[in-house]
């Protein structure tokens, strides 16, 4: 007789295993004017169970593979019956003293992650301790005065944000039907779908084909207490759990001015326009040139990050000498790969589908003032003359860069994963802490904030306020975060409420010197932090 809690096995894909080994962390944030919260709670506890039963593998465990795993570093996903049966939604309330802000005055803030921590709303730590099985995904519901704030952690090797969005737009199913009619999406079996992202090139691919990641020997990517680089550790310059470099970095959320980068958008088009006519004369063919605002956003990040590292830690301006002429700073990007193999992954997968992409260019060119011999008025797009070839040029690099991500590339890139002995390696290859790079992650596609959310008590119709990361500090990593219709949900006039927001984190002294940056803060109609 089978057992009824026999426990299922499966592994993870490349894809999945060379991603970070922790958790995307998300808080999604609703004013609730219900005195009661038990309805809430139900419909909570109801809903989940449903869409568990649809995703069962996400009430299981992430663990080192049972056949060699200690020794490869690769990671498989174990579930029972029993895991799915007993997932729930964890419930806290958020009071003085432990918590003495109401959810009204954390709206008149902007939502600061800093009165967010990781550890105040969520039962799992943000860096799991991967030598141990550890929980594939949490999800925890906070009720505080006037507000309620789901914080959702899912593991980075099992699924990411596209991943984490699919499985929220059942959860929301799930609610508006009370867990009681099948969720409205394809049936599938996922171990079966991630054989997708399993066949490599029939060759091997050497390293310097991707330059976004590096062989790191001296680095096991997993975390044993007490450990330090080098030995068992995977801990960083800048990892938030390493006490001594806690009040080194600063995270914030700066608002843009969506028309600005509009207008930026449009200029950096007639630049790279104008540049490839100029490289290209005489062509009969020239393609027209494609840039996305969030091309545009990464620029002006990468551009002005680097110039307030300049002032803050080499001491140098545009006008100076860069601190060595051979320096370069490489944009690490998160790029998506759906639409960018074949056969294509479907829209309901659930697994990890990113890979990193990177543009170099050298800090001198970053810091550089504008360019002669092109003709296009910066100054009519409202762009800072002092920044507008190095915008032009970072933007043109970063559009390279996310064309590199073809079928062909993600399978060389699959090949390379296949024939490194312990994947935990393979890392990406970034200096974010106290160095010359920068990492950019895009929540801004996913739909994150579409859709109401049918959970009694909730106010604004059951649409999010707010979302967020739980407060981070991570030196050089960046994330353009959802797109929220403020005006619209929030019946607000305000100019602060329509802007586009991006969470930065660097070192303070880098962090000031951004602040003070009147080309940057130009576009900022908003500082949160």
């Not at 009720?143 to 914080?151: E, T, V």
């Not at 975390?223 to 006490?243: F, M």
């Not at 994963?417 to 992650?441: F, K, M, W, Y």
């Not at 329509?498 to 940057?520: H, N, P, S, W, Y």
Request: net charge negative; with cysteine; charged share 20%.
């Amino acid at each position: 007789m089978a057992d009824d809690n026999e426990d299922h096995y499966f592994g993870l894909t490349p894809i999945d295993q060379i991603m970070p080994r922790g958790y995307t962390r998300m808080a999604f944030c609703f004013p609730f004017v219900s005195d009661n919260p038990v309805p809430a709670i139900e419909a909570l506890q109801q809903a989940y169970k449903a869409t568990i039963a649809r995703f069962p593998f996400m009430a299981g465990t992430v663990a080192l593979e049972r056949d060699g795993g200690e020794h490869t570093g690769r990671l498989e996903v174990r579930y029972n019956n029993h895991d799915v049966e007993e997932a729930h939604v964890f419930i806290k309330r958020l009071e003085p003293p432990e918590f003495p802000h109401t959810y009204e005055e954390l709206k008149s803030m902007g939502m600061p992650p800093s009165k967010l921590p990781g550890p105040l709303i969520s039962p799992l730590s943000d860096f799991p301790d991967a030598t141990r099985p550890c929980p594939v995904m949490a999800l925890q519901a906070n009720f505080l005065p006037g507000g309620l704030i789901l914080a959702v952690y899912t593991h980075r090797n099992v699924t990411d944000a596209t991943g984490t969005a699919v499985f929220l737009y059942a959860l929301r199913q799930s609610l508006e039907t009370h867990g009681d009619t099948p969720i409205n999406l394809p049936e599938f079996a996922d171990d079966k779908l991630r054989l997708l992202l399993t066949p490599g090139l029939p060759h091997t691919s050497p390293l310097h084909e991707h330059p976004e990641y590096t062989l790191d020997t001296d680095l096991v990517a997993v975390s044993s207490p007490g450990a330090s680089p080098g030995k068992g550790s995977d801990r960083r310059e800048d990892d938030p759990r390493v006490e001594e470099t806690q009040h080194l970095n600063q995270g914030k959320i700066f608002v843009l001015s969506e028309e600005k980068v509009e207008d930026l958008k449009r200029y950096l088009v007639s630049r790279a326009s104008e540049e490839q006519s100029m490289d290209q004369a005489g062509s009969r063919t020239q393609r027209p040139v494609v840039m996305t605002k969030d091309d545009t956003l990464c620029a002006l990040i990468w551009v002005f990050v680097t110039r307030a590292r300049a002032r803050a830690l080499w001491h140098t301006t545009p006008q100076s000498e860069s601190p060595d002429d051979e320096l370069s700073s490489s944009l690490n990007m998160s790029i998506s790969i759906r639409g960018h193999i074949e056969p294509p992954i479907p829209a309901f997968y659930v697994g990890t589908s990113v890979v990193y992409s990177q543009a170099t260019l050298p800090v001198k060119t970053l810091l550089g003032a504008d360019g002669a011999g092109l003709f296009i008025d910066a100054q009519s797009y409202s762009v800072p003359p002092s920044a507008a070839s190095a915008l032009a040029q970072s933007a043109i690099q970063i559009r390279h860069a996310v064309d590199r991500v073809t079928p062909s590339h993600v399978r060389s890139l699959i090949s390379l994963c296949h024939s490194t002995a312990d994947i935990r390696h393979l890392q990406a290859n970034v200096r974010c802490a106290g160095g010359p790079d920068v990492l950019i992650t895009s929540w801004s596609d996913l739909n994150l904030s579409e859709g109401v959310w049918v959970i009694p008590g909730l106010g604004n119709n059951g649409n999010v306020e707010f979302i967020r990361k739980p407060w981070s500090r991570q030196d050089g990593a960046m994330i353009l975060m959802p797109r929220i219709d403020f005006a619209n949900y929030h019946g607000s006039d305000d100019d602060d409420a329509d802007g586009l927001e991006v969470l930065i984190q660097l070192r303070k002294e880098a962090m000031r010197c951004l602040e003070q940056d009147t080309g940057f803060m130009s576009y900022v109609t908003r500082v949160i932090e």
